[in-house]
C-alpha cells in the first residue's frame, strides 16, 4: 500500500498502471452491453488515444514538435492492408510487422532529422510527410493513386476491431506511463527543457530522441493499421493526409502535453465532443477546433489535464495553508 | 493568471465540450438516436459539401431529395399495406475519403438507414462501398467511373451497385469525336496524377495507334500544379492539335488561360473532370467556348421522365450539371423502387431486388452487369456560351465546332 | 530540356520568392513560425474579391483597399496574442498561428463555400514574348512583384530609421527596448507588414491561378523551403531562394517526369536541411570560429 499512495516516482506509476487497468477492464466488460453504433465510435476513439500517446512521447515529453505522424499512420496502413491483399496474413502478425515497419521509418526519419533543432526539425519532419505522400502516388508496387483494398472477407468483424483498439490504446497508455514515470522520462525532459544542458550532463540527446521516436513511430503505425482496417480501402491521399497529424497534435496539446492522461482528454472533448456532436456542421467542428486550439495555448499551457491539476493543488494549498 | 481563474477557464472549456453534447444531440441533420423508430424508411449518404468537390455536393443532394420527394408525393413506400414517407439523411464528409467509411457507419449504426448512396469520384464512394458490403446494408452510388470502382474489391462487390460510364468510353467517344473532325491527328494529354488521370490518360496513350492517332506529348503533373508553359510550349512545337486533358478544376483554369495567353489553339479541346461541373465556364467566361468534354449522353426521352427532365434542365440549364442531377435522381430511385419491390428493409431482400432491376431510368434503360455496375451512355458536349450541348452521337442539337474557339485570342 | 524550362522556373521562383518574404520577415525579426501564413494569402484573395464584387475594380487596385484593412486585422494579433507566447518558446506561437490557421480556413469555408474561384481581370490570358519565349504576361507580373517587394524590403531595413528600429528588436529586444524603441509595436508591424506582403501574394495567385479556402496548406511548406534557403532575416536571400526553388521544380520536373515535380521539391528541401548541419559546420572551420554563436534555431 505503501507503494501506493506516497508521493514519488514508483507509486504514481503503480497509481496509473492499476488505473489503466480498471479502466480496461469495465471497456471489455461494457461491450456486451452497447449498442454497435457505441461499439463503432468507442472504437475510433480508442484508436485516437493511441495516436496521440504516441504522438506525445515525441512531441510532448522528448520536446521534439513532428509533423509526420500522418506519414506514420500511412506506414502502418499501407503495410497491414498490402500484408492482407498480397499474402492473406492473419491480422495479428500484419499488425505487429506495421510495428516493425513504423519502427524502421522511425529511426531514418531521426537518423536524417536529428541534427536540427527546433523550427528546422519541424518544418523537416513537414517536408518528410508530404514527400512519402508524393512518393506514395508514384510507387506502383503499392498501387499508385489507385491505393489498395483489403479483402473484405479477412477484416475483422467490429467486436473484434474494438478489442484491437482497446489493446493498441492500452499498449500506448502503458508505454506511456512507463516512460513518464520512470528515469527514462526525466532524462526525454530534460532533453526537451535544455538540449545542451542534457548534453553536457552526459546525456545523449540523439539516443533519447530516438527512443521516443521508435516508440512514436511503432504506435502510430500500429494505430494507422487498425484504422485501415476500418476502412478496408486506403490510398495514399487519405492515408498520408495532413490532417492526421493535424487532429492528433490537436487533441495532444488541448489534453495536456507531456501528461499520461492529457491524450485521453484531448481525444475525448475533439472526437467525441466536436466531431461526433457537431458531425451535420463540419465547418463548425472545424473552426471549434481551431479556436479552442488558440484558446488553449493562450490561456491554459498545461491543456486541459495540466490546468485541473494546477487548479486541484492550489486548492489543496490554499486549504492546508489555512489550516496551518 | 490567477490560479481560481485557471480552474475557472478549464471548468469552462469543459463546459464547452458538454454542452456541445447536449447541443449536438447525437449524429447528423434529420438523425435520431439508435435505430429507426416510427414509419420513415431512411436512405442516407456522405456527400461533399465542402472541400475541393464542393460543387458537386448541392448538385448530389439535389438529386436524391428529388428521387425522394417524388416517392413521398406517391405516398411513400409501401410494404404490407402499410404506407412509409421515405426520409434523405446527409452528411458532409468534406471531400475527405478518410470521413467516408466513419460517415457511412454513422448512417448505417446510428441513423438505421436502409440503404445508402453514392457520393462522386471513387475515393469517395470506394470506403463507402466498403461499409455497404461489411454491414449488409444496399448502396447504389453514380459519377463514379465503373473501371475504378470494381477495381476498388477485386473480390467483387456483394451489396454495392454502381451507375454511370465505363473508363473505355472515354477513349472511345474522344477518338471518334476526332474522326468526324479535320485534323492532323497529333494529341497531347495532360493528365494529373490522381487515380483516374493515371487510368485515362494512360487508356488514351494506349489507344492512340490503333484508331489512327499519335501522341506527340505526354504532360503528367500533380493536382496542384499552376505552370504549364513549358508544357504547352512543348505541344506547340510537336504540333499537336488534338489536346485530351483530365485534370482538377483549379488545375485546368490555369492551363485553360496559359494556353490562350501562349497562343496554343487545338483544333478540339477535351477537359474530363475539370469541365464536369458548370462551374468551369462560370470561371472561365468566354475562355471556356467550344471546349469539349465526355459526359453522360443526353437524358431518357421516355415519357414517365419529360417532367422531371424539363424541370431540371430549367433549373440547372442545358449542362452537365443537370445530368449530375438526373444521374444521382436516377440512383436514389432505384434504390426507392428496390425497397418498394422487395417489400421489406431488409438488406438482403432489397439487394435482391436491386439486382433484377430493369427499367427505364433518366440515365438510360437500367439493367446491372456481373460486377454490378451498369455502363451508361456517354457523349461529347461542347460549350455553347453557358450550355453544354451534346455533338457525339449527334442528336440533333448542335454540330461540333473546330477549332476551339475560347481560346482563341 | 530548353530554355523554356529555366524561364517557366524563373516566373514561378517570382511568386515563391513573395511567399517567402512574408514569412521570412516574421520569422527573421521574432523568430515567430507562422502557419497561418498560407491563409493569410488566400484571405487577401477572398477579401479582394469582395471588394471586386462591390466596387468592380481591378484585382491589383483592389489592394488599395485589401492591403490596409488586412494589416489592421494583423496588428492586434501579433500585439495581443503573438507576442505574449514568444516568452514562452517556440511552440506556443507556432501553435497559436496552427489553432489560427484552422480557424481561418474553416471560416472562409463557411462563408464563401468550397467552390475554386478566379479573379476577374482581362490580362491573365494575355501573352508576350521574352527570350524567344511566349510566356503569360501576369507571369512576368509575378517576378516583378517578387522584385520589387524584395528591393523594397531590403531598402526600408537598411535605409530607414524604421528599418534600424526593426533589426535592433531583432538582435536584442530587452537592449533595443532600453533605447526607447517600442519592441510591441515593432513586433506588430512586423507582421501586419507580412499581412500585406501575403495580401499582395493573394490577389497575384488569384488573378494568375484560382483560390479555394484550403489553398494556403500548399504554399507554407513552398514558403518555408524559401525561407530556409534563402538564409533567415536576408531580403535578397530570399529572392535568391525563391528562383532557386522555382528552377529545381521546373528543372527537376523536365528531367524526371511532371508527376514528381512536387517530390524533386520536398527531396531538395529535405537534402538541404541535412545537409545545413555539415555545412554550417564547414563554415566554422573555414573562418576558425570555434563553435560560436550560430543561429540554428535553438531557445535554450
Known amino acids: 500500500m505503501k507503494r501506493l499512495f506516497d508521493a514519488g516516482v514508483a507509486p504514481a506509476r503503480n497509481r496509473s498502471l492499476i488505473g489503466l487497468a480498471i479502466g ?83 529511426a531514418i526519419l531521426g537518423l536524417i532529422l536529428f541534427r536540427l533543432r527546433g523550427f528546422y526539425f519541424t518544418i523537416g519532419t513537414l517536408a518528410v510527410a508530404l514527400a512519402a505522400m508524393t512518393w506514395m502516388t508514384t510507387w506502383e508496387f503499392t498501387g499508385g493513386t489507385r491505393g489498395i483494398s483489403a479483402p473484405l472477407a479477412l477484416i475483422p468483424d467490429s467486436k473484434t476491431l474494438y478489442l484491437w483498439a482497446l489493446a493498441a490504446a492500452g499498449i500506448a497508455l502503458v508505454a506511456s506511463i512507463l516512460v513518464i514515470h520512470s528515469s527514462l522520462g526525466l532524462r526525454l525532459r530534460s532533453v526537451r527543457d535544455g538540449e545542451d544542458i542534457a548534453d553536457s550532463l552526459g546525456i545523449s540527446p540523439f539516443s533519447m530522441k530516438m527512443v521516443a521516436m521508435l516508440l512514436s513511430g511503432a504506435l502510430t503505425a500500429l494505430g494507422g493499421g487498425l484504422f485501415a482496417l476500418q476502412k478496408a480501402s486506403i490510398e495514399p491521399f487519405s492515408a498520408f493526409s495532413l490532417d492526421w497529424s493535424i487532429t492528433i497534435i490537436v487533441m495532444a496539446i488541448i489534453g495536456g502535453l507531456g501528461t499520461v492522461w492529457g491524450p485521453v482528454i484531448g481525444v475525448v472533448v475533439i472526437y467525441y465532443g466536436i466531431t461526433i456532436q457537431l458531425q451535420s456542421l463540419p465547418a463548425v467542428s472545424a473552426l471549434l477546433s481551431g479556436l479552442i486550439l488558440v484558446l488553449v495555448i493562450r490561456f491554459l499551457p498545461g491543456g486541459i489535464l495540466g490546468t485541473v491539476v494546477a487548479g486541484v493543488r492550489a486548492l489543496a494549498s490554499r486549504r492546508t495553508r489555512r489550516a496551518g | 493568471m490567477q490560479k481560481s481563474t485557471k480552474i475557472l477557464a478549464a471548468l469552462g472549456v469543459t463546459a464547452l465540450a458538454l454542452a456541445g453534447c447536449q447541443a449536438g444531440g447525437g449524429g447528423g441533420g434529420d438523425a435520431t438516436e439508435g435505430p429507426s423508430t416510427g414509419d420513415a424508411i431512411k436512405i442516407g449518404a456522405s456527400i461533399p459539401l465542402t472541400g475541393g468537390l464542393a460543387s458537386f455536393g448541392p448538385i448530389i443532394e439535389a438529386g436524391y431529395q428529388a428521387a425522394v420527394d417524388d416517392v413521398n408525393a406517391d405516398g411513400g413506400i409501401v410494404i404490407d399495406g402499410v404506407s412509409h414517407p421515405v426520409e434523405l439523411v446527409l452528411l458532409d464528409n468534406e471531400t475527405d475519403p478518410n470521413k467516408v467509411a466513419d460517415q457511412a457507419r454513422t448512417l448505417v449504426l446510428n441513423d438505421g438507414v436502409a440503404g445508402l448512396l453514392g457520393s462522386v469520384t471513387p475515393g469517395l464512394t470506394i470506403p463507402a462501398s466498403n461499409v455497404a458490403d461489411l454491414e449488409g446494408v444496399p448502396m447504389v452510388s453514380t459519377l463514379t467511373p465503373n473501371g475504378a470502382w470494381a477495381g476498388g474489391n477485386p473480390d467483387g462487390w456483394q451489396y454495392a451497385w454502381n451507375l454511370f460510364m465505363d ?134 426521352t421516355a415519357p414517365e421522365w419529360a417532367d422531371l427532365t424539363a424541370k431540371v434542365i430549367g433549373e440547372y440549364g442545358q449542362n452537365v450539371d443537370a445530368s449530375s442531377v438526373l444521374a444521382a435522381y436516377s440512383a436514389a430511385r432505384i434504390l426507392l423502387d428496390g425497397i418498394a419491390a422487395a417489400g421489406s428493409t431488409d438488406g438482403a431482400a432489397v439487394n435482391d431486388a436491386i439486382g433484377a432491376t430493369d427499367k427505364e431510368y433518366p440515365i438510360g434503360h437500367v439493367k446491372f452487369r456481373a460486377d454490378h455496375s451498369f455502363p451508361a451512355d456517354a457523349a461529347t458536349l461542347q460549350w455553347f456560351g453557358n450550355a453544354q450541348l451534346q455533338v457525339f452521337p449527334a442528336d440533333g442539337e448542335a454540330q461540333l465546332v473546330t477549332p476551339v474557339v475560347g481560346l482563341q485570342q | 530540356m530548353d530554355l523554356g524550362v529555366v524561364v517557366a522556373g524563373l516566373l514561378t521562383g517570382g511568386l515563391y520568392a513573395t511567399i517567402g518574404l512574408g514569412l521570412s520577415l516574421v520569422f527573421g525579426v521574432m523568430k515567430l513560425v507562422n502557419l497561418a501564413h498560407g491563409e493569410l494569402i488566400v484571405v487577401g484573395a477572398y477579401a479582394s474579391s469582395l471588394v471586386i464584387a462591390w466596387l468592380g475594380l481591378d484585382p491589383f487596385l483592389s489592394l488599395v483597399l485589401v492591403v490596409p484593412v488586412l494589416a489592421a486585422l494583423a496588428y492586434p494579433v501579433q500585439r495581443y496574442l503573438l507576442t505574449g507566447l514568444l516568452r514562452r518558446g517556440l511552440e506556443p506561437p507556432l501553435v497559436a498561428t496552427f489553432g489560427l490557421s484552422l480557424v481561418i480556413s474553416a471560416g472562409l469555408t463557411a462563408l464563401a463555400g468550397g467552390d475554386p474561384r478566379k479573379l476577374p481581370s482581362t490580362y491573365s490570358t494575355a501573352g508576350m514574348n521574352l527570350f524567344g519565349q511566349q510566356v503569360r504576361v501576369i507571369d512576368v507580373v509575378g517576378l516583378g512583384i517578387g522584385v520589387a517587394l ?43 507588414a507580412s499581412a500585406a506582403i501575403a495580401a499582395i501574394g493573394g490577389v497575384f495567385i488569384g488573378t494568375a491561378y484560382s483560390f479555394t479556402p484550403t489553398s494556403g496548406m500548399g504554399y507554407i511548406l513552398i514558403g518555408f523551403t524559401v525561407v530556409v534557403l534563402g538564409g533567415t532575416g536576408s531580403a535578397w536571400g530570399t529572392l535568391i531562394g525563391g528562383l532557386v526553388l522555382g528552377l529545381v521544380q521546373s528543372v527537376g520536373g523536365a528531367l524526371l517526369g511532371g508527376q514528381y515535380r512536387d517530390f524533386v521539391i520536398y527531396a531538395f528541401f529535405i537534402v538541404v536541411l541535412a545537409a545545413k548541419p555539415i555545412a554550417e559546420h564547414l563554415l566554422d572551420r573555414a573562418r576558425s570560429r570555434p563553435g560560436a554563436i550560430r543561429q540554428t534555431g535553438v531557445r535554450a
Open chain 2, 167 to 300: 473508363e473505355q468510353q472515354f477513349s472511345d467517344i474522344v477518338y471518334a469525336t476526332a474522326d468526324t473532325a479535320d485534323t492532323d491527328k497529333k494529341v497531347v494529354i495532360f493528365a494529373d496524377t490522381e487515380e483516374d488521370g493515371v487510368a485515362t490518360g494512360g487508356l488514351w496513350e494506349a489507344e492512340a495507334p490503333g484508331k489512327g492517332y499519335e501522341v506527340v506529348y505526354r504532360a503528367d503533373n500533380p493536382a496542384g500544379t499552376t505552370d504549364f508553359t513549358a508544357d504547352i510550349n512543348a505541344a506547340k512545337a510537336a504540333g499537336a492539335d488534338i489536346l485530351l486533358a483530365i485534370l482538377i478544376p483549379p488545375d485546368a483554369f490555369a492551363l485553360w488561360e496559359q494556353m490562350k495567353a501562349l497562343e496554343y489553339v487545338p483544333d478540339l479541346a477535351f477537359c474530363l473532370k475539370c469541365s464536369s461541373s458548370a462551374a468551369f465556364q462560370a470561371v472561365l467566361g468566354d475562355t471556356a467556348e467550344a471546349t469539349s468534354n465526355v459526359y453522360l449522353a443526353n437524358p431518357s
Open chain 1, 24 to 106: 480496461l477492464v469495465i471497456l471489455i466488460a461494457v461491450q456486451g452491453a452497447l449498442g454497435r453504433y457505441q461499439v463503432s465510435v468507442l472504437t475510433t476513439l480508442l484508436l485516437y488515444v493511441c495516436l496521440v500517446s504516441a504522438w506525445n512521447l515525441i512531441g510532448g515529453v522528448a520536446g521534439q514538435f513532428s509533423l509526420a505522424p500522418s506519414a506514420f499512420v500511412g506506414v502502418g496502413s499501407y503495410t497491414v492492408v498490402m500484408l492482407l491483399r498480397g499474402l492473406e496474413t492473419p491480422v495479428w502478425l500484419a499488425l505487429a510487422l506495421a510495428v516493425v515497419a513504423g519502427a524502421l521509418f522511425a
Open chain 3, 150 to 192: 524584395t528591393v523594397l524590403i531590403y531598402l526600408v531595413m537598411r535605409h530607414t530609421r524604421w528599418g534600424a528600429a526593426l533589426r535592433a528588436a531583432s538582435t536584442d529586444p530587452a537592449t533595443a527596448g532600453t533605447m526607447g524603441i517600442n519592441v510591441n509595436a515593432v513586433y506588430a508591424i512586423t507582421f501586419a
